[in-house]
């Protein structure tokens, strides 16, 4: 599977974007779908992730109520909304698929669990 993020740039506090996974090569409708981000000199951070059925998703508190996730599966793509965005959400961010999540609906938080990952997208969110 290859995975191609897109979308990133650079926006003012309060705006919004719209972050895009393109998958390529295997069908990945089984696979857990997730967004993490990486923001200078810090550790891979969990945003959010939804299911391989697209049934269930789940997201990091700091983003909770401002980012939505959604996936078609027709379409191997999984956006990522963002609104509401804040200087601290500055970051480039990754998309990545999980080949193997312990159930269908499980969504793993760690990034060592994820098997594919995109090159990134830098998002800036100026104050």
């Known amino acids: 599977v290859q995975l191609q993020a897109s979308g990133g740039g650079l926006v003012q506090t309060g705006g919004s974007l719209r972050l895009s996974c393109a998958a390529s090569?295997?069908?990945?409708?089984?696979?857990?779908m997730s967004w993490f981000r990486q923001a200078l000199g810090t550790g891979r951070e969990f945003v959010s992730g939804?299911?391989?059925?697209?049934?269930?998703?789940y997201y990091a508190d700091s983003v909770k109520g401002r980012f939505t996730i959604s996936r078609d599966n027709a379409k191997n793509a999984v956006p990522l909304q963002m609104n509401s965005l804040k200087p601290e959400d500055t970051a480039v961010y990754y998309c990545?698929?999980?080949?193997?999540?312990?159930?269908?609906?499980?969504?793993?938080?760690?990034?060592?669990?994820?098997?594919?990952w995109g090159q990134g997208t830098q998002v800036t969110v100026s104050s």
């Open positions: 990545a698929a999980d080949k193997r999540p312990p159930r269908s609906s499980w969504i793993r938080w760690t990034p060592d669990d994820y098997d594919y």
């Open positions: 090569g295997e069908t990945f409708s089984n696979y857990a």
């Open positions: 939804i299911s391989g059925s697209g049934g269930s998703t």
